[in-house]
């Protein structure tokens, strides 16, 4: 069965301590990755899209990466701004979309 | 075009009641989702509508509910009978679907219903 697992669950970072965020997908043919995030009470605000292996997209501090099994979001000097549950989703061949349970971030000033 | 709306964005019922929710999508997106969210966990897909067919229905979705998306626009979700189960965020999103020319799309999400079922 489709699967999406997000890791680390939480992580605690000190403003400007630069770090990654993992989601692996096990999926009947990827036809593309989703980057969200989501403060707490509101609905998931869109961040990236990636369609293939390689690809790499990029937004002020985040850079969200791809590959076969698994898309990182990179975060470079992150502020407390950047607080939030990051959310992966992949779309596979049938329309289908699976969402990762998120990884809650907490940037402390 | 201020991006997806839904109504209310609270509510709070009693058990056996009935409840509707109500989502407007971007104005010219074709497809149209809803998801449940429970706290810690990611959006589950209940069901979804390309323009007003409803084209897929999650094996969550029991019969107590139903959605609907007349002349596909605006579309609402019923729970009938409600339960304390019921309780949760119910996320409304919607995407532009090109032919079979554009192989993913991007939903994009409304602010969420939050209901509180006692």
């Given at each position: 069965e489709d699967q999406v697992t997000q890791s680390p669950e939480a992580l605690r970072l000190q403003e400007g301590e630069s770090s990654s965020l993992n989601c692996s997908y096990t999926v009947s043919g990827l036809r593309g990755l989703f980057w969200y995030r989501q403060d707490p009470g509101k609905g998931p605000e869109f961040l990236f899209t990636l369609y293939s292996a390689g690809e790499e997209k990029e937004k002020e501090r985040l850079k969200a990466t791809l590959t076969k099994k698994e898309s990182f979001l990179h975060i470079t000097a992150?502020?407390?701004?950047?607080?939030a549950t990051y959310l992966c989703a992949v779309q596979d061949n049938f329309n289908k979309f699976y969402f990762g349970s998120g990884t809650k971030l907490n940037v402390k000033p | 075009d201020t991006g997806v709306s839904q109504d209310p964005r609270h509510k709070i019922t009693k058990r056996g009641q009935n409840v509707t929710f109500r989502c407007d999508p971007i104005?010219?997106?074709n497809r149209l989702y809803w998801y449940r969210q429970t706290l810690g966990q990611g959006p589950e897909f209940l069901t979804y509508f390309q323009n007003e067919a409803q084209l897929e229905k999650s094996?969550?979705?029991?019969?107590r509910f139903s959605a609907e998306r007349p002349k596909g626009s605006f579309s609402t979700l019923e729970i009938q009978?409600?339960?304390?189960?019921?309780?949760a965020m119910y996320l409304c999103a919607s995407s532009l679907m090109f032919g079979t020319g554009v192989p993913q799309e991007t939903q994009y999400f409304g602010p969420g219903t939050r209901l509180l079922v006692l």
């Open positions: 992150p502020k407390p701004e950047d607080s | 104005s010219e997106h094996r969550l979705l029991s019969d009978r409600t339960e304390q189960g019921d309780s």
